[in-house]
Nanobody, 126 residues
């Protein structure tokens, strides 16, 4: 599985960005695709995830109500719409896919994921 992330950039606080992650190779429809982020000096953390089959979503509390994850099954692509961005959202954002089906409570730990995109930098200025 290969993952290609895009869409990062520089934006002012309160602005919006849309990230995309295109998957190729042997993806499994029962597996979720998730976004993680890693700020300088911090651990990589779960942001949001979506199940390919039924569109079930999960969000970390820090982005709930501001970020929306969606999927385009025909294009094997997942988007992360980020609104009302804050300086604390500044990080490198990674998309990731596990090699096995995960229950939702297991979407959060980074070690559950096998395949990772290259990361895209989001910088939010105050």
């Amino acid at each position: 599985v290969q993952l290609q992330a895009s869409g990062g950039g520089l934006v002012q606080a309160g602005g919006s960005l849309r990230l995309s992650c295109a998957a190729s190779g042997r993806t499994r429809s029962n597996n979720p695709m998730s976004w993680f982020r890693q700020a300088p000096g911090k651990e990589r953390e779960f942001v949001a995830g979506i199940q390919w089959t039924d569109g079930t979503t999960e969000y970390d509390d820090s982005v709930q109500g501001r970020f929306t994850i969606s999927r385009d099954n025909a294009k094997n692509t997942v988007h992360l719409q980020m609104n009302s961005l804050k300086p604390e959202d500044t990080a490198v954002y990674f998309c990731a896919v596990p090699s096995n089906r995960l229950i939702r409570s297991n979407w959060y730990p980074r070690h559950m994921y096998t395949y990772w995109g290259q990361g895209t930098l989001v910088t939010v200025s105050s």
